[in-house]
């Protein structure tokens, strides 16, 4: 018998690597047993979707140190060969059926093929030798390939069930599951990690916070646990609590709007809930989590914890949306994505605080997991009534309590100030007090600031434009000064980057309007634990006569107009009622019908709906779904004081060496609008084969952040 090889780094035969599948088999079918897949069928697939890679291109390939050889055909294509067509039929198997298999061995890797069907019937006849020198121990049958290509059931770049929904479902699970069991494989990782942890920890950090009970929110998540749920509940309810109790010992995935948020749970989780063996049942899946998962005090393989979690095998992963709603554009190689969350739960947490366009994407996800048998909850701190009237259109079914959750605490009392905002204001009521002040744009949010803190007051700046090491700081900073028993007094200016999730508790907040809704989400950070204020404690500037800042640009003209209506003639005490009254009168499907916020949240559903799937590449879904209007640079002084540190990449040996040495290189970046950098002085610099950096000539100061020479108006919202 001969010896043939799947991957040549490190060693690993055909027979190795697929008795790793099937012992990953194993384990996703003993955990999740219910999910909605014809388990004969991953089984055949896992077993046959490497045997065409015993032809001998592919074999010398391995150890030429090439990535492709001229004529050969992806082995892929080659596996097909090897199909029991006479057996499946006499197991019953459809027609579809068949090809649902030919189609998950012949894409399992997504490779481009140009060739004809007679050039695969070529590579068939190569592998007849080879085949015959091929003992599998664990196949049934003789090994045979078959002479020619069942054509009637595999086309050559062909999807044939396009338009054909219940065999598209079969298809996306079977070759979904089939890559997230070979990439499993190939990374040396379980596909899942089993959740038998959650539901015993949430009841152990009970009894330690002697909690008697959960409280009503968190009663109706447990009570529903089977169910989709969307659910309203005001700031300092439990939240993240009660969606832990709805996911329960399942699988899950827990999303918020920003990755300061994100952080903050994942923190939470590990330190205060679930403390042991964190790496075995919490990830962290943003664009930063290296970074992050290198600030863990915790011993553990860094490597392996990153492959975990980007294999999305761990039980319960806290992400962005981006990182699995991309589906909604079915690029090639979404599928194992849509399998893993048709046998999970999703949470989305504060969906007021998405885009038109980022709005479509939930609709039309959440429709997907929905029809591949997941589960999910918006669990939210306000929500638009546009977001349910689409959800319904789509006809997604979900409970709502009768009611939000929300008390009659006392928390906040508003004055609505009919002028730009003032800075005198904010001097006359900052002594003694911490103060936050949160402005719709950067360039606003600069000259707040530079305004307070020449005015001798101790005053601080948080937004999206400092570089990574800087800004990360900043968060640290702010949530230091924030908590309630702080010794901190004095005046934080950021954005729309402290709106959500941030458990933060300043005594004043000065606000521009932004929309309502945005507005909620800012009185959250301020008496978030504390009721009855003896004096207004939340000043809203509504702009006069003129607009606040950034309406038009990144807050909807019509949505601000809107807010500033019915905010006018509020003065004291608002509860919380009152607030989702307010957010029902501004976000009805009725109010903004002939709004181009509706007009854009529309068209894009219409869009996701109407385009064909593998239209787009991964690259260019993942960008449309970004939405990327930033390029990352280092400001060029930042670059010139750290010379050394890119030499030290350039010099470095090792993989977790020049990772580690990536992330301080990135520490040094800082998104910038794209029209900035195309109208700045600028250039590259060769950091590897691979890398480039962006080095842009601005101003950079650590209290300030970015600043373009050419000075023009800047809109940026974060």
């Not at 090889?5 to 790793?20: G, L, R, W």
């Not at 080879?130 to 003789?142: G, L, R």
């Not at 939240?239 to 903050?264: H, M, Q, R, V």
């Not at 004096?535 to 509504?542: A, C, G, L, P, W």
Request: glycine letters at 6%.
């Amino acid at each position: 018998m001969k010896t043939f090889y799947a991957k040549s780094n490190p060693k690993e035969t055909i027979q190795e690597h697929t008795d790793e599948l099937l012992r990953n088999y194993d384990i996703l079918k003993a955990i999740y047993p219910e999910i909605k897949i014809d388990w004969y069928l991953l089984r055949y697939v896992c077993l046959l979707h490497d045997f065409g890679k015993m032809n001998d291109l592919f074999q010398a390939k391995l150890f030429s140190g090439k990535k492709k050889l001229e004529n050969e055909i992806p082995h892929g294509y080659l596996s097909l060969a090897f199909i029991d067509l006479e057996r499946l039929e006499e197991l019953g198997y459809s027609k579809n059926d068949i090809k649902v298999v030919f189609q998950a061995i012949a894409y399992h890797h997504e490779r481009k093929f140009h060739g004809k069907t007679k050039d695969i019937e070529a590579g068939f006849k190569m592998l007849k030798e080879a085949a015959a020198n091929f003992d599998y121990t664990k196949w049934e049958q003789p090994i045979e390939p078959a002479d020619e290509l069942e054509t009637e059931f595999f086309a050559v770049g062909e999807l044939t069930f396009e338009n054909d929904y219940d065999n598209f479902k079969k298809y996306v699970l079977l070759k979904g599951l089939l890559n997230r069991i070979d990439y499993a494989a190939s990374a040396g990782v379980p596909v899942e990690w089993e959740n038998k942890f959650l539901e015993r920890d949430l009841a152990a950090w009970k009894d330690e916070k002697e909690i008697l009970e959960w409280n009503p929110l968190q009663k109706f998540m447990y009570a529903h646990q089977n169910e989709n749920v969307v659910v309203v509940a005001q700031t300092g309810m439990g939240k993240t609590e009660a969606g832990l109790l709805w996911i329960g010992d399942a699988k899950g995935f827990f999303t918020l709007p920003l990755k300061t948020a994100i952080n903050s749970i994942y923190e939470r989780v590990k330190t205060e809930i679930s403390t042991e063996n964190t790496t075995e049942k919490v990830g962290l899946l943003h664009s930063d989590i290296f970074s992050r998962y290198l600030l863990d005090e915790e011993e553990h393989d860094i490597d392996e914890y990153m492959t975990r979690t980007k294999q999305l095998s761990l039980p319960l992963t806290i992400c962005t949306l981006d990182q699995i709603f991309d589906i909604v554009y079915r690029y090639p190689g979404f599928e194992h994505k849509l399998a893993t969350l048709s046998y999970s739960k999703v949470i989305l947490d504060e969906v007021q605080m998405y885009s038109p366009d980022l709005l479509a994407y939930v609709v039309i996800g959440l429709k997907y997991i929905q029809d591949f048998g997941g589960k999910f909850a918006i669990l939210t701190a306000t929500l638009p009534g546009i977001v349910t009237h689409y959800m319904k259109q789509e006809n997604l079914e979900f409970t709502m309590p009768e009611k939000p959750f929300i008390t009659d605490v006392f928390r906040h009392s508003i004055r609505v100030l009919h002028r730009e905002i003032d800075i005198q204001d904010i001097l006359e009521h900052s002594f003694g007090k911490r103060v936050l002040v949160i402005c719709n744009t950067v360039q606003k949010a600069k000259e707040i600031f530079t305004a307070i803190r020449n005015a001798g007051i101790n005053t601080h700046l948080f937004h999206s434009q400092f570089i990574r090491g800087d800004r990360r700081q900043k968060e640290e900073a702010i949530f230091s000064d924030g908590e309630l028993e702080a010794d901190f007094t004095g005046v934080w200016v950021a954005t729309q980057v402290v709106e959500a999730s941030l458990d933060i508790d300043f005594d004043l907040l000065f606000t521009e309007l932004s929309d309502i809704n945005g507005l909620f989400q800012r009185m959250g950070r301020c008496y978030r634990k504390r009721e009855n204020p003896a004096e207004n404690n939340i000043f809203v500037y509504d702009g006069g006569e003129k607009w606040c800042s950034g309406v038009g640009y990144v807050v909807d003209k019509d949505i601000f107009k809107f807010s500033k209506e019915a905010i006018s003639g509020l003065d004291g005490k608002l509860l919380e009622c009152e607030k989702m009254r307010l957010i029902d009168e501004v976000y009805s499907y009725e109010k903004l019908a002939g709004t181009m916020y509706n007009e854009e949240l529309e068209n894009n559903i219409k869009y996701l709906k109407d385009m064909c799937a593998y239209e787009l590449d991964k690259q260019k879904a993942r960008e449309l779904f970004r939405n990327i209007q930033s390029v990352s640079v280092i400001p060029r002084k930042i670059f010139e004081e750290n010379n050394m540190l890119m030499e030290k990449y350039q010099n470095a040996f090792g993989k977790l060496e020049r990772q580690k040495l990536w992330e301080e290189i990135k520490d040094l970046q800082v998104d910038v609008p794209a029209y900035w950098y195309d109208k700045s002085e600028s250039d590259t610099f060769k950091l590897s084969e691979y890398k480039r950096l962006n080095i842009m000539e601005c101003l950079y100061d650590k209290e300030i952040g970015v600043t373009r020479k050419e000075r023009e108006k800047e809109t940026q919202f974060f």
